[in-house]
């Protein structure tokens, strides 16, 4: 059973910054792969970001140079630092691990 809870959404003006988090429970492998999603109203859930128990890590390239994926020590907390954000970023952004989605925090950005 592995439970999900995204956090940290919010109102922005453009060119501002958001911190994402993601608390995970339940039984989380320590090599798993963790990532964020986002889904704008009227588009596909997109990925955005996702890290692996290392250091290796991916980026859509529109938020390539912008955000960073990162996770604590025990691997079971999830970020994502959104920094110079757009209006374009607006959307509910979704953590995944392991098959399992949380309930989502949305993002506005303003412009």
């Known amino acids: 059973q592995v439970q999900l809870v995204e956090s940290g959404g919010g109102l922005v003006q453009a060119g501002g910054s958001l911190r994402l988090s993601c608390a995970a429970s339940?039984?989380?492998?320590?090599?798993?792969?963790m990532a964020w999603y986002r889904q704008a109203p009227g588009k596909e859930r997109e990925l955005v970001a996702a890290?692996?128990?290392?250091?290796?890590?991916y980026y859509a390239n529109s938020v390539k140079g912008r955000f960073t994926i990162s996770r604590d020590n025990a691997k079971t907390t999830l970020y994502l630092q959104m920094n110079s954000l757009k209006p374009e970023d607006t959307a509910m952004y979704y953590c995944?691990?392991?098959?399992?989605w949380g309930q989502g925090t949305q993002v506005t950005v303003s412009s």
């Open positions: 995944a691990v392991q098959g399992n």
């Open positions: 890290i692996s128990s290392g250091i290796t890590a």
């Open positions: 339940g039984r989380i492998f320590s090599y798993t792969t």
